[in-house]
């Protein structure tokens, strides 16, 4: 019981530190936070469903405190109020970040519920990132040549500009990953083979 507990130790600190180091290679970085990574929440989606919720919360929990002290020096330079930069941590980290761990909810699913696992834990982080643009930012203005003055659509304009790319590549890469018998064998064994 010992060993079992300080391998899902191990494999939880393996899996941050491969997610933060995926996480500094970016492909488009956005102006006002936000980027497309190399695919940087897979580790984290992988190891909810192999370990399942609760470890993957705990887990995501700890990537988004990694997430947060990594962006510490930029958010701080944004020179927000003290209660929107409370917020700021709340939403765009802490919780964005820890919707990754939901892809727990799908540990004995089989493949296919992986994939929509690890597609719902990512819908989850652009859900609060998205609350956040239209509650705490409540920017308007332009957004790849669209002009708007709702801040709802201003939000999910910017938001999906970054997160439906990370959504897109992530689950083409958790498919590709999953089509790999080591891989199936490693998430759960037996249940690998269902459809």
């Known amino acids: 019981m ?3 507990k300080t391998l899902m130790l191990v494999e939880g600190a393996v899996m941050i530190a491969l997610a933060t180091v ?3 290679v970016k492909v488009y970085k956005l102006p006002w936070g936000g980027s497309i990574t190399l695919l940087s929440m897979t580790p984290i989606c992988l190891y909810s469903i192999k370990r399942g919720f609760f470890a993957g919360m705990t887990v995501s929990f700890v990537y988004s405190i990694v997430q947060l002290l990594v962006d510490l020096g930029e958010v701080l330079s944004w020179g927000l109020s ?4 409370i917020a700021c941590f709340a939403l765009d980290y802490v919780l964005a970040y820890s919707m990754l761990g939901t892809a727990g909810l799908f540990r004995k699913a ?4 992986w994939i929509a696992g690890c ?6 982080r652009f859900l609060m990132h998205f609350i956040s643009g239209a509650f705490i930012w409540e920017s308007v203005g332009e957004v790849w040549g669209f002009n708007t003055d709702n801040k709802y659509i201003y939000s999910a304009l910017y938001n999906g500009s970054y997160m439906l790319p990370e959504l897109v590549f992530t689950t083409i890469a958790v498919v590709l990953l999953f089509k790999l018998t080591p891989i ?12």
Not at 110 to 113: I, S, Y
Not at 119 to 124: E, T, Y
Not at 187 to 192: H, Q, T
């Open 82 to 85: 003290a209660g929107t930069l």
């Open 119 to 124: 597609v719902m834990a990512l819908f989850l």
């Open 184 to 195: 199936q064998k490693l998430l759960g064994g037996s249940s690998a083979s269902k459809a």
């Open 2 to 4: 010992k060993n079992k």
């Open 110 to 113: 089989g493949t296919k519920g």
């Open 22 to 24: 995926l996480s500094f």
